[in-house]
């Protein structure tokens, strides 16, 4: 069986996720995943890392987000492994692409991480860069919109202590949404580029909320 290079796999990956991706929610669909590729190979630039498995692991991340598979967390990885083996890359890289694939989402942030490796955290700083400043506003409440839930609700108080079962159910206000992960993202990223535009994005966002309650309360 004929092997393929790396770019060919890459292309391959590209085509196969903007094939499975086609209709699917606008958070979640082949532009936030050509973002979080862009951020990744921005990160890996400063870092020492298999870019392969990088370029893989960003591309693969939400093959199948549990969210829209009824909470089924191994969905993603089951697909990403079946597309994997069909481009004879060796099993282990494979296995470290599903690893990431499994451990990149944030869960609540009550969870402890189970693998670790350098391409993980870019990956995920990735990520979770995609979840911050205007984007990571608008994915936010495209998601809301989505789920049918309410914009704000001054009475429902943001849970900070959620297992990942239960951040996995909530149906709380989407505003409560910054509170239970997006503010909290700054202070988790993994790499020193991740921190440095995680910085800049978290102000916007919290500009943004202080300018949301002030027109929700009637003020200039």
Do not use: C
């Not at 993603?76 to 499994?102: C, M, W, Y």
């Not at 189970?114 to 990520?127: G, I, M, P, T």
């Not at 309650?213 to 200039?220: F, R």
Request: hydrophobic share 35%.
């Amino acid at each position: 069986m004929d092997s393929f290079s790396s770019e060919e796999i890459i292309q391959n990956t590209i085509n196969f996720v903007k094939e499975e991706l086609q209709n699917a929610e606008g958070g979640h669909d082949w532009f936030h995943i050509e973002r979080v590729y862009k951020n990744a190979l921005l990160i890996s630039e400063s870092e020492k890392v298999d870019k392969t498995i990088i370029s893989l692991g960003a591309l693969l991340h939400d093959i199948a987000d549990s969210k829209f598979h009824n909470g089924d967390e191994t969905v993603g990885p089951k697909k990403a492994r079946k597309f994997l083996k069909s481009q004879n890359i060796s099993e282990e890289t494979i296995d470290h692409v599903v690893k990431i694939i499994e451990n990149v989402s944030f869960k609540g942030g009550n969870k402890n991480q189970e693998f670790h490796s350098k391409e993980l955290e870019v990956v995920q700083d990735a990520d979770r860069l995609d979840a911050l400043g205007a984007i990571g506003i608008a994915r936010t409440f495209n998601y809301g919109g989505f789920k049918s839930r309410k914009l704000y609700d001054p009475e429902i108080k943001p849970n900070l202590n959620m297992t990942p079962s239960e951040y996995k159910v909530s149906d709380a206000p989407t505003i409560n949404h910054f509170y239970e992960k997006l503010l909290l993202l700054k202070d988790r990223m993994n790499t020193e580029t991740g921190r440095k535009i995680a910085e800049e994005r978290h102000v916007f966002m919290e500009t943004f909320l202080k300018q949301f309650y002030a027109e929700w309360n009637g003020k200039k």
